[in-house]
């Protein structure tokens, strides 16, 4: 209730970024890292407690919804499995938190990360990735179940804790 009249009550602050140069190697948030680390004098995390990646997520009647990077924190799994899901929408969780997304500019820099994805499409960077193909219907699920858990993140006593995985 409280969310949807915006009174929301957080013990951290919730920053909403657009990245640009993702394709081309990650220029947005790798030059936010940088820029916060030489601006705070300090590493980005715990100041930055957790990032949240949101790439390609208009089509989860195709996939249902993919979050990479779960083993980026020992404290994802008990704040996923506090999140309810949504009917209907598919959760599949995937450890690894190396993907070729800007939540791996966070990540390298040691704050753990989620990436939100519905997958990969046969419009995937052509002219007919158009707005007619969106999943209205599962983008709203996929929002709802987000926005639940974003708020369940910055609600959390302390930053989720990193940790490294192997690559493999």
Known sequence: EKTRSGELELKRDIIFAGWSGEEVGL?????????????????VYP??????????VGRASN????????ASSSDWKAILDSIPE?????????????IPSDGSSFYLAGVPMLAAFTG?????????????KIDFAGLEQVTNYLSSLVVEIANQPKAPVYVEVPRT
């Not at 220029?27 to 590493?43: H, I, L, M, N």
């Not at 990032?51 to 390609?56: F, G, T």
């Not at 996939?63 to 779960?70: A, D, E, I, K, R």
């Not at 990969?120 to 007619?132: A, F, R, V």
């Open 27 to 43: 220029w947005g948030s790798r030059a936010f890292v940088r820029e916060e680390r030489e601006e705070t004098d300090r590493e």
């Open 47 to 56: 100041g930055v407690a957790a990032y949240l990646n949101l790439d390609m």
């Open 63 to 70: 996939n249902g919804l993919t979050l990479n990077g779960t």
């Open 86 to 98: 949504s009917e209907g929408l598919t959760i599949k969780k995937s450890p690894s938190p190396y």
């Open 120 to 132: 990969l499409h046969d419009d995937y960077h052509t002219p007919e990735d158009t707005i007619d």
